[in-house]
Every structure is written in C-alpha cells, then in structure tokens.
C-alpha cells in the first residue's frame, strides 16, 4: 500500500490526495505535514539525523520526527504513529504549538519540499527504538543549548532552523494553541 499525502490549496483546504513519493519533484504540490519535538523529563530534546537512505533530505540532522497525515486521519494521531514507528516512543503531553508553520525548501538535486507543516510538542520517557529506513541516528540535547546552536547556525534541516527560531526558549512550557488555527484540512471533522 502506497503512502497518501493530503494536496492543499494556499488556504489550507484539501484539494485532493496524491502518492506521497510521486508528489515530491522539482514542482512539488502543497501538501499537509507535521513536526514534533520530543522532550525527556529533563528538558532534553530528541534530535535525529534522517535516513541516508530517505529520498529527501538523507542524512540531514532535524527535529524529532516529521510525517504526512494519511487522508481522513486526525494530525494528533498522525504524529503519534510516527513517532512511535519512526522512533519506538509512545508519547505524553501532545501540544500543538505552531499551527500555521509553512515552508518550502529545496534541496541540491532541484527536489522541492512544499507543506503547510503545524508544529507540535511532546514529552516521552521511553528508551529509543529507532528505524533504520527512517532515522540513521539520535541523541539527547538539552533544548536551551539546541536551540542556541541552531540560531547560530548549525546546521540543521532548514524546516527546523524556521521552526526553532519560532519557537520559546522555554519549549517545556509552550502554550498550547487551539486546534482552530490548524489549516482547515488538518481538523477532522
């Protein structure tokens, strides 16, 4: 079975769906995402490297998880399957925290990424089981330090460069956003 994404329209509305490999080339349609960053009970954030083997953005240090709500499928339960088939973590605390995050990035080969891509946070106190098609390697950050880093220019995915500098040095204590700010095809009806 081929992964679906959801095509959206510059509002945030769905326009159709598309196979989730297909749809990423020079030209790549708007579609629906999602990132998570995942804190310990120390505040330490859960950085990955992505898979040399992913056909965007192989081997690329990011954020904890990133992934494509399948069509009909709640955002919040989008996130908890990727992390949990990404990583092997269960997560606690599921906050969103930028609704309306969008970006496009392109890579060398001239493969255009495109999405509406709300950001969420979580907390998971499980030891990391990770997929070797998905993640090539992790490590435990401390978020202050991380978040420095980036803003320094380390380098990061630049969806999670957009993201960090968006985002609270004290990501712990993030508040929550409503659901209502998420584009209008991540709400389930």
């Not at 192989?58 to 904890?64: A, D, H, I, L, S």
């Not at 605390?93 to 990035?105: G, K």
């Not at 499980?126 to 880093?149: C, I, K, L, T, Y």
Request: glycine share 6%.
């Amino acid at each position: 079975m081929t992964e679906q994404v959801v095509l959206l329209d510059e509002a945030g509305r769905a326009t159709g769906e598309a196979d989730k490999h297909a749809v990423h080339h020079a030209s790549t349609p708007l579609h629906l995402a999602f990132s998570c960053y995942v804190l310990d009970e120390s505040g330490r954030l859960l950085v990955t490297r992505r898979a040399l083997s992913k056909a965007t953005f192989p081997g690329v240090w990011t954020n904890t998880c990133c992934g494509h709500p399948a069509p009909g499928e709640a955002i919040e339960d989008a996130v908890v399957r990727r992390a949990r088939q990404e990583l092997g973590i269960t997560l606690r605390d599921l906050r969103l925290v930028l609704p309306a995050f969008r970006y496009t990035a392109l890579m060398d080969n001239g493969v255009l990424e495109n999405e509406m891509c709300p950001v969420f946070t979580a907390t998971s106190a499980d030891d990391v089981r990770s997929d070797p098609a998905e993640v090539e390697e992790h490590r435990w950050e401390p978020w202050p330090e991380f978040r420095e880093s980036v803003l320094a220019g380390r380098d990061v995915s630049s969806w999670c460069r957009e993201q960090v500098a968006q985002l609270p040095a004290d990501l712990g204590g993030a508040p929550a956003r409503p659901r209502s700010e998420l584009p209008p095809a991540a709400v389930r009806r």
